[in-house]
């Protein structure tokens, strides 16, 4: 929540806020932003044909702002139990409220970890290249950042904006490239103004500030003090060392936060229409990807600028692989978003078991050791021998991009005929592939605890893969999540 602090008691860097607004009515800068606690959240099941109440991990009795809500009582209560079941009930609702905002509190203080840890602003020299021209805190270690700010090939672009990683932080940047008649500036200046924070799920709220303040350092260079301001604000209050540093959401806030909001942790803000935009640019190819993803490969994306729209890919290729099942995924490498990369990350790279990161150097794709999946543009390609036959799609994921278009089709229809906008093409998204991860896990596991652990065709299909065309990526997922135990019929290892 966006607030005025007593320790900058003149924040020129806050926006005003409109004269024009209703009487009473709550201006949208002044509001609290999206968050893992408010969110959207649907009234209903979502969208159509998802189901979601009854799937592994979702709200359960006590939620009070999706599908789950508090168990009806049934029409069969002997009526000389009416007033015990109504002092239930209100008991109910009381412990329900009380967790509600154990919850809200929870998040809130969480939340209060993820601020920011410095601010910067980098430049484009005619002479020298990309260079750090101004920064606090001034002891900070920013070496390599100005590289981030300011993709390669950005010169061909007015505006951009870049998610990176650094170090134990995750950094936003926005750029902005102006003419200028200037013979030293050979006619063009070029900045980035950025910040970095322990965790990218809340960096999306400066992004407005970022692209007002690099604007002004173009008009006014070295016009500083918003940028001062800014960072006496919102700096962070670090832990005693600064290597324990947050970058996700805890783990008990976890489930609460999937049964909240329905959103993966990474939820960082994009435009409308980004998660259409990703199903349009890659079509049937996002079904290779949700598998690769899956399986926790390196994922490199290449394109060139701009960088911001690329960004928003490595976000959408990490929605992909959400799973709200407890206990799963514990062994496997955490599936983690570098954003964008430049050689100046190929060190850091060399040494990750799983990633998804973007780049806009050519160069990375001569560096086969780096990725296990190379995608260029829409052309998903691998090196590796053992994934060739995975970018072949399956009869069952067909049918699945199917039945997702269609799940489309109606929410747009419900949309324009009935005005209905309780849930959007982002959760639908979201949740078409979670619900599909935990169908997956959920039936792994029951085997796994049957008395006979053998995964047979009908399994294979209770689980919405092909038995045949799904049977090496089957075989991978059970080898990296650790389901040793199960065994896999003949007929369907030799169909």
Aim: aromatic letters at 10%; proline letters at 6%.
């Amino acid at each position: 929540m966006v607030e005025r602090s007593d320790r900058a008691p003149l924040l020129d860097w806050e926006e005003v806020p409109s004269a024009e607004k209703p009487d009473g009515a709550t201006p949208a800068k002044d509001r609290r932003p999206s968050s893992p606690t408010d969110s959207r959240a649907p009234s209903g099941c979502s969208a159509p044909g998802f189901g979601w109440s009854g799937a592994p991990g979702g709200p359960t009795a006590g939620d009070t702002d999706g599908c789950g809500g508090a168990t009806p009582a049934t029409s069969g209560t002997p009526a000389g139990e009416d007033d015990g079941l109504r002092a239930g009930n209100e008991e109910h609702h009381a412990d329900a409220a009380e967790r509600e905002a154990l919850l809200d509190d929870m998040m809130v203080k969480w939340e209060e970890k993820d601020q920011i840890v410095s601010v910067f602003v980098v430049t484009f020299n005619t002479r020298t290249g990309n260079m750090l021209e101004w920064c606090l805190p001034k002891d900070m270690d920013l070496e390599g950042v100005e590289f981030k700010a300011i993709a390669s090939g950005s010169h061909r672009v007015t505006t951009d904006f870049i998610y990176f990683r650094k170090g134990s932080y995750f950094g936003l940047a926005c750029f902005a490239n102006m003419p200028v008649e200037s013979t030293a500036e050979r006619g063009a200046r070029m900045k980035s103004v950025g910040i970095l924070s322990p965790s990218y799920t809340l960096l999306y709220r400066y992004m407005g500030f970022l692209e007002h303040q690099v604007r002004l350092q173009l008009q006014t260079p070295g016009h500083y003090s918003p940028l001062e301001a800014f960072y006496e604000d919102k700096r962070a209050v670090l832990p005693s060392g600064g290597d324990s540093v947050v970058t996700a959401c805890p783990a008990n806030a976890w489930g609460a936060v999937i049964n909240h909001s329905m959103h993966p942790e990474m939820k960082i803000t994009h435009p409308a229409g980004c998660m259409s935009q990703f199903i349009r640019f890659f079509g049937e190819q996002i079904m290779v990807l949700w598998k690769l993803a899956l399986l926790r490969r390196r994922i490199l994306i290449f394109s060139p600028p701009p960088v911001g729209v690329v960004c928003y890919r490595v976000y959408c290729c990490c929605c992909l692989a959400n799973i709200s099942i407890p206990g799963i995924g514990v062994v496997v490498p955490e599936f983690r978003p570098f954003f964008y990369v430049n050689v100046a990350d190929i060190s850091a790279l060399e040494n990750e078991l799983s990633y998804v990161a973007c780049t806009t150097e050519k160069i990375f794709e001569e560096k086969k050791d780096l990725y296990d999946v190379y995608v260029d543009n829409q052309n998903v390609k691998t090196c590796r021998d053992g994934l060739k036959p995975l970018l072949r799609l399956s009869a069952a994921d067909r049918e699945k991009y199917r039945k997702l278009t269609e799940q489309r089709q109606m929410l747009l229809y419900s949309q324009e005929e009935n005005g209905d906008c309780a849930s959007s093409e982002e959760d639908l998204f979201i949740l078409f592939f979670l619900e599909q991860n935990n169908r997956i896990f959920q039936t792994l596991s029951e085997v796994a605890g049957s008395a006979d652990p053998t995964l047979t065709q009908e399994s294979v299909r209770a689980m919405g893969l092909d038995p045949h065309g799904d049977r090496l990526f089957l075989l991978h997922l059970l080898e990296i999540y650790g389901y040793d135990t199960l065994m896999v019929s003949e007929q369907l290892c030799c169909s």
